[in-house]
């Protein structure tokens, strides 16, 4: 499959051919299931057989049309333009309180309000945790939008969407959830293992919460776009993007009311719900209502994201594409961290090599990495750059990384790396090059308790983005950090945003929690440093289309290792379906393409040579492949360079075209 900016021979995403049909649809739980009535126009009801049903111009949507129906079967069939089933929406839904379980104990009539462009649908619920609850479907010609509203008072716990926790009349209890009409499910975020396209029985996190560790490593964007794809067809490998018939499920509202942390895909067997972690720090205080869940058709699963950023736009909730920024900003960069982390897995081979155990035979990569901010000091960034300078290759930005910092949440540079940080800035310039410093999110070390989210012991977990004593910390901190009374700095690399505080016994400041709170961070930092230099340049790893005003460029971030058999997932192949979620999410901002780490040197220099065709290059490496320990040489070094001219060239001439 090729596209834009990638050259043929590049490894891509495997070619699917869209006009292969799609499989045997998976059958409604309905039998028989209720007719299509796609409508040629606007939106149709319909009331026949005991079935309320309206219509778009690619669904029906049917559903008990009495009291007694819906209390026998809450569900609604979503038929698509073609009849077959995508799914059975389950009309429960559970808001659950802290303390309180949300259960319902009956279901009302569902009420049609037939308005000029749509079709509200409203279905009340029996709460044991709220005065009311309420399912309402919005039908458009284009769209179905599932959202939850209840009416209390409380603090939030888990939501679960499209399913939850009832006891019926017919004496069914428990857990109950929508039926899986579809084959697969499109995560628009990195994970490891790899796998954006998984089959319709595995879960799916997208949200602000994750690490390394097992289960958690979905945090590479953060937040991704809100949006899971349906597909009709199966993937064939952890980077394959499946054709055939797709379904956006999208969530819609105001980056201010994205106060979860993680939103996820829960299927069981076959059926599913979406659940939002709320836990404990969003306050109802009469009405609240859930972000809207929308469902729409898409080209393809690029286009679900797409889809979503449009939906967004059009509702005031992200902003149009940026306008471009300066020419700097497209400039090579090279990010000091993987060459600190080759000194580091090079000290480590030759301490092992000198002592009785002998070669090892893996380089334990923890031990690489927690060695590595050692080697973030003046001297060996020179001895970087200069190698570098000497093969010809003079990087535009240079990335100062972790760590140039004495405590991370001040932002004081340690004199012992960086004896006069702010010198090194200068004589940077002098050259014609900018500087960014690179920048842990959410880590509070250093800065007063009483600015950070705490847990029951009063330890600092995390900075509070809700407490504004914090927020104008931070815009002092950006202040001495970017202006010319200060170190002079161009810019930042924002990191672990995927860091945000998570967990229901933690306190902070009543306000944002969650996504909402990492934009309002996000915000001021990115606020304060074109206050303090308007040129300045935030990188960031937030991917959701709510996210475009507070950054200017985003990054594919670090590269993953292995698919679901623990077998290698190709570099380029990962980067290339990444590159693809960025263009639709944010298309007007700028991409870093990253380079860290590399498993070798062969597919080191391969991604090197095509990144100019997804993105700014970025140059991590210098004197050798950290996990292999490969040398890199002057040949290879070679290969950078020219690759750089060419995109050099390539950017100036697009430049001029504009002009």
Known sequence: MAFPGVPADFPTLSDASDAASDPAPIPSRHEPSPPLRPAEQGVEVTREGGWLTVSGR???LSLAA????MNRSPYAVLLGADGNNWTDINLLSSAHRIGVADETYGLDGVTVDEQEDSVLLTVGQRSTAWDRRETRIRCTPETVEVSIAIRGQGDLDDVTVFGGDAVLRSGAAGAFRSAVGFRSVFAPVPTEPVAFVRPSRASATLGVVGDADPGRLHGIFSPPPFAFGLGR???????????????GLSAR???????FTTLRYEPLDAGFWLRLSYEGHTRVDGEWTSPAFVLRPAADAFDVV??????????GFATAAPVEGPAWWDEPMFCGWGAQCARSASDFRRSIEASASGEPDEVDDDIIVRAAPAYARESAYEEFLGRLEENGIVPGTVVVDDRWQAEYGTATPDLEHWPDLKRWIADRHARGQRVLLWWKAWDPSGLPVEECV?????????VDPANPAYLAHLREIVAGLLSADGLDADGFKVDFTQRAPSGRHLRGTPGPWGAAALHLMLRTLHEAAKETKPDALVVMHAVHPSFGDVGDMVRLNDVLQYDVGHDPAPVAEQVVVRQRIVRAALPGHPID???WPMPNRDEWLAYAKAQSRLGVPALYYAESIDRSGEPILPEHLAIVRDTWDEY????AGRRAARS
């Open 593 to 595: 393409t990253d380079q």
């Open 66 to 69: 009495d009291e007694k129906g």
């Open 233 to 247: 067809r199966d993937a064939t490998g952890p980077t394959d993007i499946p054709g055939g018939s797709w379904l």
């Open 253 to 259: 509202d105001a980056v201010e009311n994205l106060t």
């Open 648 to 651: 050099r060239e390539l950017v």
């Open 454 to 462: 705490t847990d029951p012991t009063g330890r600092a977990v995390s």
């Open 306 to 315: 797409a889809g979503h950023r449009a939906d967004l736009v059009e509702h």
């Open 58 to 60: 690619w669904y029906s």
